[in-house]
């Protein structure tokens, strides 16, 4: 439902959000073929014991608010600011069919930003990425665009909540307000659940996220 609606273009013009289609062979893995359609619309998967759970587009509403006093003190927790420069990307670049090309792979104009390279000690950083299920130059741009911001929101936590927190699942949202680490409702994404089984606390992996990075 969300792939279906309808963006308004600078014309005026609406088209839908996402749209994706390509060739399949039938030697072709079906876990590929799912790959890359959710790349297509900045898709998530999580497997959570044998059920997938899909999530399109950009982090949802957050589903659970809490605070330091939460936070299970008695509980090892870490902190992950930012990965190694290997994994570290301020530009991005793609490369999809091009409908005017018959449907040759073409490259899409790179996205920079100087101001990112400047954090990252004035490196260019850029990741390839590869859009084969999209034909749409617009759609391409959107993607990468919403792909390298989301990328550039790097802080990891691991942490333990109280019990009332087992209802979360994987790509669930959470707002935290955290004074010792200056967050004021910051959106987290769910990344992994384990649950004690003994204390029935469940530690989680967040990732930090911003729905307006996929406007």
């Known amino acids: 439902n969300l792939c279906d609606v309808e963006v308004t273009l600078a014309g005026g013009d609406t088209v839908p959000r996402y749209t994706a289609g390509f060739e ?4 072709d893995e079906p876990a590929a073929v799912i790959e890359e359609l959710l790349k297509a619309c900045h898709g998530q998967l999580a497997d959570m014991g044998g059920i997938w759970k899909i999530r399109a587009g950009g982090p949802g509403l957050p589903v659970l608010f809490f605070s330091d006093e939460d936070v299970i003190a008695t509980r090892p ?14 530009g991005i670049s793609a490369t999809y069919p091009e409908p005017v090309s018959l449907w040759e792979s073409r490259e899409a104009p790179a996205r920079y930003n100087p101001t990112w390279e400047a954090e990252d000690g004035g490196r260019r950083l850029v990741a390839a990425l590869s859009l084969p299920a999209v034909t749409h130059a617009r759609q ?3 993607l990468m665009q919403a792909a390298i911001r989301d990328h550039r929101r790097m802080r990891r936590h691991n942490l333990t909540l109280p019990p009332a927190a087992a209802i979360l699942e994987p790509l669930d949202v959470v707002s935290w307000s955290s004074t010792r680490n200056g967050y004021a409702a910051k959106a987290f994404e769910v990344a992994q659940v384990v649950e ?11 990732r930090e996220v911003d729905a307006t990075d996929y406007d």
């Open 24 to 27: 399949v062979s039938v030697d």
């Open 196 to 206: 004690d089984l003994r204390s029935c606390l469940p530690q989680l992996a967040l």
């Open 77 to 90: 927790e870490e902190f992950d600011p930012f990965p190694g420069l290997a994994e570290t990307f301020n």
């Open 140 to 142: 391409v741009q959107h």
